[in-house]
């Protein structure tokens, strides 16, 4: 007798529904992508679309189109906040406390919509863009300053965008009422609602051929498939707990660092726990992430990354969580409460990504790289028109991806959340009044190493009216540097220069509204990865071709590499010489270059102090936390230069510093 599709076992029909679901995905961003009106969405690409399941976990993510990291989702709480969702109904979204974590930050909104069969519930259509404002303190909604989230703009608890089929004009009028750039949002909303009715149709055609309960177990054994593959990578690592630290260079309204501890076990059933004891308390600022303590695009993208690392076929859906536990204590910059602020929470995920691959550094050492640059930056103009201001991301900024045992970083890309596009700068160039003088790979910022970092990015941009604010979020590594792995050399620090070489020349950090106007240059210098291995092991050759390609100076070849060049080419006796001037340093995989700041920091704050430091905060009330964290750390940088530890001061006072950090944190704990 002859099977048919809809009669056969599901598990033969499971790889060919797992690909439809990808293309239906593909399919579902590309209308996204070619109806926007946008910057950032049709050229940045800030948005994704794919399809969840009953689980409210996603199938399938897109693999060339879209901000595919953000597919680590669940709808399910969404759904459930507003109820039974019914055919033709649309619930959309923004607010990260009340949707449990589905958006990550008020720009980014949510719409999710039911797909039904003859009646029967199926699936769910999920799609986000990054909306270029959402109203708020300043342009484009987001800054490093904002406090709470009241500062950030309109908050939209799950709802119906769309009842039966009718869309809610009302909220449309709402969301056009509350920011600066109206038409472009509502434009923005209607192309994710184009994409979900694309992903309905398919959907309908796919459960057509093979019926509704194959379908809905294909669902559980796709998923079930990806958390046993994952466990399956995970057993190939050494069984065992690592644990890394690292740190944002402050908090945005304090000179303090932020901290992010990760403990990561390994155990020998594949199954992987994430835990942030350690970390900071949340901030009064825009750093916190809010991820309800759950697994969490924001909190355990790496995790997903080093799966593909391991094994670039695996599949690129929510199903790998369930392998995954996440501990983070509850009020933690991790896992922050209301009414926390989350505007640059991708300035946390990036370092908390750092973090979770020191662990992973430590148990796949000549598999995982070193840092990468730590810096994702979209760049904001503000200009003023007639009508009031208006905002466009000029472009996003990256950094340079770490080495790796074997493998120089790639040039320009980070390895943790850069994961957008670029735009092209014709385009930025044609919607704002700017011109871009140069953008171009940034010489001697990867970090020196067997297989040196990749090279951070270069932006010089000159502003054509009055007027004009930039917004640049994201900035960060200004102090502590992408760190490099076994005898590399961490990467450049980031650099922020307006009108570089004049009179007028500043050097800046962190922005909230950067006031410019006409003539003034604006330059973007971000840091390189980290390396990987004893620079003076480097091929002399590749260093020769790099320096040729103007990525590593000549100064730098001598000084990082050992290597000589003179006229062009590379002097073999001086070189010979050089490179014998010093031991080689032995290529421990488990050894660290954090570079003198970090050094100089944990000289005065030992990781065993910051442990006992944390618990003694997480023992105090929610709303004293920051002023005890505050009033500590400033009595002890009191004593400190003011630049600490950029300037790292004396051995002496740093001794000084470190007896008062003990004898202030032993009152404390007995407090």
């Not at 640049?472 to 590399?488: C, D, I, N, S």
């Not at 604006?522 to 260093?543: E, I, N, Y």
């Not at 000084?559 to 490179?579: F, K, M, P, S």
Request: hydrophobic share 40%; aromatic share 6%; net charge negative.
């Amino acid at each position: 007798m002859t099977t048919t599709p809809s009669s056969a076992p599901r598990s033969l029909h499971a790889p060919a529904v797992a690909a439809r679901l990808q293309a239906i995905a593909v399919e579902m961003s590309y209308t996204i992508k070619r109806t926007s009106r946008s910057l950032y969405v049709k050229d940045g690409e800030d948005f994704c679309a794919s399809i969840a399941g009953l689980d409210g976990l996603l199938l399938a993510a897109p693999d060339s189109v879209g901000s595919t990291l953000l597919t680590i989702v669940d709808v399910s709480a969404a759904v459930d906040a507003v109820g039974p969702l019914g055919p033709g109904d649309v619930l959309i979204t923004n607010d990260a406390h009340s949707s449990q974590g589905l958006s990550t930050h008020l720009p980014d909104i949510h719409v999710v919509a039911p797909y039904f069969h003859e009646g029967e519930l199926v699936a769910y259509g999920w799609a986000f863009i990054h909306c270029s404002d959402i109203g708020g303190r300043v342009p484009s909604s987001v800054s490093p300053f904002n406090r709470t989230v009241f500062e950030e703009g309109l908050q939209i608890p799950p709802m119906l965008l769309a009842r039966g089929g009718e869309l809610n004009e009302s909220l449309f009028d709402l969301i056009r009422l509350n920011t600066r750039t109206a038409d472009a949002n509502v434009s923005d909303i209607k192309a994710m609602l184009a994409g979900l009715r694309a992903g309905e149709r398919e959907v309908t055609a796919l459960v057509d051929r093979y019926g509704r309960d194959a379908f809905v177990a294909i669902q559980r054994e796709l998923q079930e498939g990806a958390a046993e593959h994952a466990r399956s990578l995970f057993r190939g690592l050494p069984a065992g707990t690592y644990r890394f630290s690292d740190f944002l260079d402050d908090d945005g309204v304090t000179r303090h660092p932020v901290r992010f501890q990760v403990t990561t076990t390994i155990r020998p059933t594949g199954d992987v726990v994430v835990d942030f004891a350690g970390t900071d308390p949340q901030v009064s600022s825009a750093y916190n992430i809010v991820s309800h303590g759950r697994p969490h695009a924001m909190v355990t993208g790496r995790v997903r990354s080093v799966l593909q690392t391991l094994d670039p076929a695996t599949p690129v859906h929510g199903g790998h969580v369930g392998a995954l536990t996440v501990q983070a204590p509850s009020g933690s910059v991790v896992n922050a409460d209301y009414p926390a602020a989350m505007g640059v929470r991708h300035g946390s995920a990036v370092r908390v990504s750092d973090a979770i691959g020191g662990c992973f550094a430590q148990a796949a050492a000549h598999v995982m790289p070193a840092a990468g640059s730590g810096v994702v930056i979209p760049i904001v103009v503000s200009e003023q028109h007639a009508h009031g201001r208006s905002s466009q991301v000029l472009t996003r900024i990256f950094g340079g991806f770490g080495g790796a045992y074997g493998l120089d970083g790639h040039d320009g890309k980070d390895n943790s959340y850069s994961n957008l596009a670029s735009s092209p700068m014709e385009s930025s160039e044609s919607e704002l009044r700017v011109r871009v003088l140069d953008y171009s790979l940034r010489p001697d910022s990867g970090g020196a190493g067997r297989w040196r970092g990749g090279m951070g990015r270069q932006l010089s941009f000159e502003i054509l009216a009055d007027g004009t604010q930039i917004l640049g979020r994201g900035l960060e590594r200004f102090t502590f540097r992408p760190w490099g792995v076994a005898g590399g050399m961490p990467g450049e620090k980031m650099q922020l220069i307006l009108n570089e070489g004049t009179p007028r020349e500043r050097e800046l950090g962190k922005l909230d509204v950067l006031a410019v106007q006409r003539g003034d240059v604006v330059t973007f210098r971000s840091p390189g990865g980290g390396g990987w291995g004893d620079p003076f092991l480097r091929d002399v050759d590749a260093v020769l071709a790099d320096v040729r390609a103007g990525l590593v100076s000549v100064g730098a070849a001598r000084e990082q590499y050992g290597v000589v060049i003179v006229g062009g080419e590379v002097d073999l006796a001086a070189t010979e010489a050089a490179r014998g001037a010093r031991p080689i340093v032995e290529e421990d995989a488990k050894a660290f270059s954090f570079g003198p700041e970090r050094d100089a920091w944990d000289e005065v704050f030992p990781p065993d102090w910051y442990d006992r430091f944390e618990a003694a905060l997480f023992a105090a009330d929610p709303g004293d936390r920051s002023r005890v964290r505050g009033a500590l750390l400033d009595a002890v940088l009191a004593v400190l230069p003011q630049g600490f530890p950029n300037d790292p001061g004396s051995v002496e006072s740093r001794l000084a510093a470190r007896d008062e950090a003990e004898r202030l944190l032993a009152e404390l704990e007995s407090a």
